[in-house]
């Protein structure tokens, strides 16, 4: 699929269930992403072209690098390291030494949701009502070497992102049930507390999921059952380009270098899915073009 400015691949039709939380590893050069229903690391290798899916012991809901050779994944049980090894190996999920145990009781019917690294090392991670229907969720943050996450916001249904803008010094985070991006100064543990919304969405345009900022602090927003990726201008969060990709349900995108957007997509409630639905795409991007305005 080409677009002005952008041209979809489809990569692999991998039939996730709920596709999610790509990290682009430039250590070993390669996407690691999600089947957060599937209980699946899904490992996609550009130079090769190597796919590889391998089971999980544990529903793991978001990745974040740790350094080469590793990663860190939110799991039920809590913060593990993950090492992923050889890709066509099984990797190794450390549920016997977790860094930090899961801030949530499991019997009140919460989980983790995504997760990002801050600029200044720390982990921020959303919590959620597994059923989507309470407001029981919020945001947490974890600081290498500490015992346990620290709240930093509640009230929220669905968590995603969150995303970091260093240029501006401003964090984002998002309410998918809300349609709404929220905006923070700093990323500070008492930031969330002075956070105002940036971005609401009408139903028709689906709603924001998984998102990430390039180096000029455009926001990058997936949006599910809306088919696009949007990018958004950091000065106020107006629709600068929309990239449609053929699945319905994108989930989060990340990037692999400047020119390359990978996108994760989610077959997960839809009657009938097709091979788009649950697949890794690659979006080539010309940000000229893409963000020149039409005449």
């Given at each position: 699929?080409?677009?002005?400015g952008?041209?979809?691949?489809r990569?692999?039709?991998?039939?996730?269930?709920?596709?999610?939380?790509?990290?682009?590893?430039?250590?070993d050069?390669?996407?690691?992403?999600?089947?957060?229903?599937?209980?699946?690391?899904?490992?996609?290798?550009?130079?090769?072209?190597?796919?590889?899916?391998?089971?999980?012991?544990?529903?793991?809901?978001?990745?974040?690098a740790d350094?080469?050779?590793?990663?860190?994944?939110?799991?039920?049980?809590?913060?593990?390291a993950?090492s992923?090894?050889?890709?066509?190996?099984a990797?190794?999920?450390?549920?016997?030494?977790?860094?930090?145990?899961?801030?949530?009781?499991?019997?009140?019917?919460?989980r983790?949701?995504?997760?990002?690294?801050?600029?200044?090392g720390?982990?921020?991670?959303?919590?959620?009502?597994?059923?989507?229907?309470?407001?029981?969720?919020?945001?947490?943050?974890?600081?290498?070497?500490?015992a346990?996450?620290?709240?930093?916001?509640?009230?929220?249904?669905?968590?995603?992102?969150?995303?970091f803008?260093?240029r501006r010094?401003v964090?984002?985070?998002?309410?998918?049930?809300?349609?709404?991006?929220?905006?923070?100064?700093?990323?500070?543990p008492?930031?969330?507390?002075?956070?105002?919304?940036?971005?609401?969405?009408?139903?028709?345009?689906?709603?924001?999921?998984?998102?990430?900022?390039?180096?000029?602090?455009?926001?990058?927003v997936?949006?599910?059952?809306?088919?696009?990726?949007?990018?958004?201008a950091?000065?106020?969060?107006r629709?600068?380009?929309?990239i449609?990709?053929?699945?319905?349900?994108p989930?989060?995108c990340?990037?692999?270098?400047?020119?390359?957007?990978?996108?994760t997509?989610?077959?997960?409630?839809?009657?009938?899915?097709?091979?788009?639905d649950g697949?890794?795409?690659?979006?080539?991007?010309?940000?000229?073009?893409?963000?020149?305005?039409?005449?």
């Open positions: 699929m080409t677009g002005r952008a041209t979809v691949e990569l692999w039709a991998a039939g996730a269930v709920l596709g999610e939380s790509p990290v682009w590893s430039g250590d050069a390669r996407l690691y992403w999600l089947d957060i229903k599937g209980r699946a690391l899904l490992v996609f290798e550009p130079a090769t072209g190597g796919r590889w899916r391998h089971p999980l012991p544990v529903r793991t809901t978001a990745l974040v350094g080469p050779g590793r990663l860190l994944a939110l799991t039920d049980a809590g913060l593990a993950l992923p090894g050889a890709a066509d190996g990797p190794t999920l450390d549920l016997d030494r977790p860094l930090a145990p899961a801030p949530f009781a499991r019997d009140r019917g919460l983790f949701n995504d997760a990002k690294r801050a600029p200044d720390a982990i921020w991670a959303g919590t959620m009502d597994d059923a989507e229907a309470r407001d029981l969720g919020g945001w947490v943050r974890w600081t290498p070497g500490a346990r996450f620290e709240p930093l916001a509640d009230g929220y249904r669905v968590t995603n992102g969150p995303a803008d260093t010094g964090a984002y985070v998002t309410d998918s049930a809300r349609r709404r991006i929220d905006r923070a100064p700093g990323w500070a008492g930031s969330l507390a002075a956070r105002r919304p940036f971005r609401t969405f009408d139903p028709a345009d689906g709603a924001p999921d998984g998102m990430t900022v390039d180096a000029a602090g455009r926001l990058w997936a949006l599910w059952d809306g088919g696009c990726v949007v990018v958004l950091p000065d106020d969060g629709t600068l380009a929309r449609a990709v053929p699945a319905r349900r989930t989060s990340a990037f692999a270098d400047a020119g390359t957007l990978y996108v997509s989610a077959a997960v409630g839809l009657a009938q899915p097709q091979d788009d697949a890794l795409f690659r979006v080539r991007v010309d940000l000229n073009t893409l963000l020149t305005p039409e005449r």
